[in-house]
């Protein structure tokens, strides 16, 4: 009784698996819940994808058009995928008539301006060397990473300006200026820039304190007893 059972149960699926393939899946199919039957739409809908992306191969390869179907799409040709590379139009220099590329950034209340022009490397800020302005290394370094990363070491001469905030927003501040100038000079030298994330702006502020809080979002300490 079990193998006549087992019998009529494989019988009647493979009944309807040969149905399902034969005519399309009715969305009725899918939420049923048996278990069984679920399997075989989805290994009939499996199949029926395969085929289309088969023939659609066999149809991208040859090389006659006449042999395509009518309703073909050729999305992948308008993309050019076979060049393997989507070229970026550059931009155009922008310079004033003395030969100066400029720039601005901000960071937290801080705010810059520069301007570079091809020369020895010298950088003043607000009218004062950078050496004489910042005198924490790290604040230098940060002012000179557009340089370092464009391979342009003393090869620019900078004048910026730059007010409010301390001085790693300064320094901040003038390196995203400096880095837009050199993308206004040079537009080639945008790539590189942007890959070390030197052309975004941070607009990440300190929160003011709130009534009652001790920080923007830090509370009193609680103690029950």
Known sequence: QRSA????TMRSLAGA?????????????HAAG???????????????TMAFNRDRIDFEVSSDESERPKGYDDWGEDLMLNRG???????????????????????KRARATAKIKEGSGEIL??????????????????????????????KFDVI???????HTGQSEA??????KALQAYDPVLRTKLKREFLLSTDYRKVLPKKWGKTKARRGWQWVKR
């Open 5 to 8: 059972a087992a019998a009529g």
């Open 17 to 29: 698996f040969s149905a399902l393939v034969s005519r399309p899946l009715r969305p009725k199919i």
């Open 34 to 48: 048996f278990g069984k039957i679920q399997v075989l739409a989805l290994a009939a809908t499996q199949r029926r």
């Open 85 to 107: 590379r989507v070229y970026r139009v550059l931009g155009e220099r922008k310079v004033d008539a003395d030969g100066y590329a400029h720039g601005r950034g901000r960071r």
């Open 125 to 154: 800020i607000n009218g004062v060397s950078h050496v004489d302005y910042f005198f924490d290394w790290e604040h230098r370094s940060v002012l000179l990473e557009p340089f370092e990363v464009t391979n342009t070491e003393l």
């Open 160 to 166: 910026a300006e730059v007010h409010g905030g301390g």
């Open 174 to 179: 003038i390196r995203l200026a400096i880095s």
